[in-house]
């Protein structure tokens, strides 16, 4: 048994199926290429047939990632599987993750088929895979309520077939650690075959338990791959999170004894990316990237911190890639500075081009606010680089005014598709005007399903306010995020970009395991 444990990350697929988190092509890309700079083994990038935008997507990632292998998840059918090995071609290490339901419940109500059709079914799909691409892994859906004779005769099936990875899904979040644990133990000590492939979990944590099975999963039943996603995104209560799991392993290495290939410095920049993406802000007190997580308040913890740091801490907050909150850069900081701190934060510019636009627009919030952190610069470049995709609308100015007693207005100029537009409009406060300012020109007829805002850095008012909006057309619900210092500019930052969503033809899509 090898003690290197693989990290499969599903951000990208799992992750995205979650309600509001579709992201597009070059969305998916910007955070397939942070999960390389974080060294996960496995990106599971999408589901290659679910739709013509997850096609690109794995297929623009499979192009770009030469570090990590690309996966694409596929039904256990021809065309599934035919699809998501075109999607593929081309890359460095591709694998194709095929599954199909095996619990009763699955097969009777949802497959409609005998036990016998999905054993035929995993079969054969498990063959084609192989004759496409030489990693394939293969997943009992709902594995854990299955039966546990059929998945033994459903695996040894598999394996025979050639799957060189065997994934137990708790699909609905149900299992207990110890039991989970001996769940996959006994599958293993009954398939005569068992050791020919690696085996995964894979926990949904409905319960609140994805971490704990998965653990259990490896400790007690042996598996080497864990499934899990950045700040645990995904459908309902999410998946196993990829940032507690890691830095389990790593910090409680004398009891687990294994190896890790993760770069736990990208963690925290993998995990703003993925809030800023999806909209889907991270809670002040989740463990390792939580803005709470190394914060100190108690006089007694403080006191105990300055004299010895491990007597209250068991990570440090800047090996998993908190910068120490530090002022990095002000105004009369040079181009060189700004560009070795990118370097430094792990921020890949695509030209010289890209830098200058950055700086010019890090000098013009260095102007309105004194103390430039890095998570400001790391807003700054977020904010650019989804920008970048497609910029139907942006903004040029705005104003408002607000009094006691009186009811606000705003002014907003912003550009429409080229051509220079002005609306005004009062309403609730002056966020509300600003928005309906840019709608009563736009007229985009979307619903506003969310709205939040957040301090960039905290401890001071001077910090900038990031604002996610979430728009919902026609069953295409997309994000938007904006952040200055001004929160009434940032939520309409925030409206046009997800107009820019909106009305882009790059298409989300919202995978379906
Ligand atoms: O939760 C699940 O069962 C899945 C499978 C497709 C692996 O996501
Ligand atoms: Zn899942």
Partial sequence: MTDKLVIFDTTLRDGEQSPGASMTRDEKLRIARQLERLKVDVIEAGFAASSNGDFEAVKA???????????????????DIGRAADALEGAASARIHTFIATSALHMEKKLR???DEVFEQAKLAVRYARSRVGDVEFSPEDGYRSDPDFLCRVIE???????????????????????????????????????????????????GMAVANSLAGVQIGGARQIECTINGLGERAGNCSLEEVVMAVRTRRDYFKLDVGVDISQIVPASRMV??????????NKAVVGANAFAHASGIHQDGVLKARDTYEIMRAEDVGWSANK???????????????????????????????????FKELADRKSEI?????????????????????SLVSLSQSSETGEKPQATVVFNARGVETMGTSSGNG?????????????????ELVLYSVNAITSGSTESQGEVTVRLQHSGRVVNGVGADPDIVVASAKAYLSALNKLHSTAERVAAQG
Avoid at 61 to 79: E, H
Avoid at 275 to 284: A, C, E, I, N
Avoid at 373 to 393: C, H, K, P, R, W
Avoid at 430 to 444: F, Q, R, T, W, Y
């Fill in 275 to 284: 809030s800023q993406t999806t909209g889907f802000v991270v809670q002040p």
């Fill in 61 to 79: 990632i499979a192009q770009v990632i030469k570090d990590s292998t690309v996966c694409s998840l596929a039904r256990a059918n021809d065309r």
């Fill in 157 to 207: 099936a598999v394996i025979n077939e050639g799957a060189t990875t065997i994934n137990i899904p708790d699909t609905v979040g149900y299992a207990v650690p110890e039991l989970y644990g001996n769940f996959i133990k006994n599958l293993r000590e009954r398939i005569p075959n068992s050791d020919k492939a690696i085996w995964s979990v894979h926990c949904h944590n409905d319960l």
């Fill in 430 to 446: 002056p966020v509300d005007a600003s928005l309906k300012a840019i709608e009563g020109h736009v007229n985009s007829g979307a």
């Fill in 327 to 361: 002022i990095v850069l002000g105004k009369l900081s040079g181009r060189n500075a700004f560009k070795q701190r990118l370097q430094e934060l792990g921020i890949v510019m695509e030209s010289e081009a890209e830098v200058n636009t950055a700086f010019a627009k």
């Fill in 113 to 115: 088929m005998t036990p």
């Fill in 373 to 393: 952190f890095d998570e400001d610069i790391l807003a700054l470049v977020s904010e650019e680089q989804a920008g970048s995709m497609t910029e139907l609308y």
